[in-house]
């Protein structure tokens, strides 16, 4: 069967579903894989790297003619009627903000799996990309705090004077939120951090950080994610945060609640409330924002209450694509394992009975397989 893989087209995207290295493991399954000429350019991997693993090269992909699409971004609503009915695409999905896509994969018939829908049990730890670019996002937003901090991170002893280390306060302990600690910490910064699931307090702690416990009752749902809080519970917590934000010379947000948008945990006046020069990076910027005032892509200038200077909000925008070697490699794995399990013989036949693929199909023969879209849907 033929898999192609298509050069991302979306502005700011520079990953790639596919590296020379996962061209290699998929052929190794009988599988022919297609590349469009300079998909791996922006993440580092040239054609002829591709061509050397056993890939074919062309300059435009035959979407009617291959059996498998891999890809990095939600496909665009008028792609799927280009695939041959039958088809299977792999690759992010985000079916809860892109339904024109998913009711035209519906319509066209393609079988359609999305990786954010992979379930999170240890048999599929290595098909999770939300994991693997989570990874990424939190180490490079503490990278993108560090560059703007007028201060060092690290504790310095020196003969001209002792510098004492930063403080930065991680809020949202998931997986982006734990890179982000233990990246700091490595740093050299002093790192606390607050989350509302009853197992961060242990996650915190054994990535360094010291966990702030608030007054709250913890808010867990189904599958071990936050639930959203009623809006009392939402006006307390930032009640509760407040003197620790103001505190901070840097805060990191990464709160987020699957399928809603990102909880706001910090607002104007909290962040008004910071020092001069310090800097709030927020991670859910392109979900809703955690942080009031944050736009997904720029940097905002906030003045200070105290009106000496200014506070420097961040919002991240394609965190992941900004590293886009490491990114792709372990997004491409991801991609690679997926397709694997549904590969014998050379044939791409997923087995609906196991688990890790049903959980991921979004599309299958002219229905919708994931119960809060297809209700989204009507
Ligand atoms: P996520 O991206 O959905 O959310 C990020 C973090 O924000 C979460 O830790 C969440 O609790 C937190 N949050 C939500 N509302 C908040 C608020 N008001 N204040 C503070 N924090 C808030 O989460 P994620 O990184 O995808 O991880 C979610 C869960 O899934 C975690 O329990 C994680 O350990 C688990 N997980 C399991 C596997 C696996 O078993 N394969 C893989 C990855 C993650």
């Known amino acids: 069967m033929r898999v192609g893989i298509p050069r991302e087209r979306r502005e700011g995207e520079r990953r790639v579903a596919a590296t020379p290295e996962t061209v290699r493991q998929l052929t190794g399954l009988g599988l022919t894989l297609v590349v469009e000429r300079g998909a791996g350019e922006a993440s580092g991997q040239a054609d002829s790297r591709y061509a050397e693993a056993g890939a074919e090269l062309v300059d435009a992909l035959d979407l009617g003619a291959i059996d498998v699409l891999v890809h990095v971004r939600p496909l665009t609503p008028a792609t799927p009627g280009r695939l041959r009915r039958g088809a299977i695409t792999v690759g992010l999905g985000s079916p809860s903000t892109e339904l024109p896509t998913v009711r035209a994969l519906r319509d066209a018939g393609v079988t359609a799996f999305a990786l954010e829908l992979v379930p999170r049990i240890s048999r599929a730890q290595s098909m999770d990309a939300l994991t ?37 306060l991680v809020l949202g302990a998931g997986v982006a939120g734990l890179q982000a600690i233990g990246t700091a910490k490595r740093l050299g910064a002093r790192v606390s951090a607050n989350d509302v699931r009853p197992a961060s307090a242990d996650e915190v702690a054994s990535m360094g950080g010291t966990f702030i416990s608030l007054d709250l009752e913890t808010a867990e749902a189904a599958g071990g994610y936050a639930k959203e809080l009623g809006e009392d519970r939402a006006a307390q917590q930032r009640r509760l945060l407040a003197p620790h934000i103001a505190d901070a010379d840097v805060l990191i947000t990464t709160a ?31 979900s809703g924002g955690n942080v009031e005032g944050s736009v997904a892509g720029r940097d905002v200038l906030v003045p200070t209450a105290s009106g000496e200077g200014t506070v420097t909000i961040v919002g991240m925008k394609d965190a992941a694509s900004t590293m886009p070697a490491d990114a792709s490699r372990l997004y491409a794995k991801n991609v690679a394992n997926l397709l694997a399990l549904m590969t014998a013989d050379g044939l791409v036949e997923p087995d609906f009975g196991d688990e890790v693929i049903a959980g991921a199909c979004l599309t299958h023969a002219g229905e919708v397989r994931h119960p809060p879209t297809a209700e989204a849907l009507g």
């Open 256 to 286: 987020a609640i699957p399928g809603r948008p990102a909880p706001l945990l910090v607002t104007a006046e909290m962040v008004a409330a910071m020092r001069p020069d310090s800097v709030v990076v927020d991670l859910a910027a392109e």
């Open 132 to 168: 693997s670019q989570a990874l990424v996002a939190g180490y490079r937003c503490v990278l993108e705090a560090a560059m703007r901090l007028p201060r060092f991170f690290p504790l310095y002893m020196t003969a001209a004077g002792t510098i004492p280390p930063a403080k930065v």
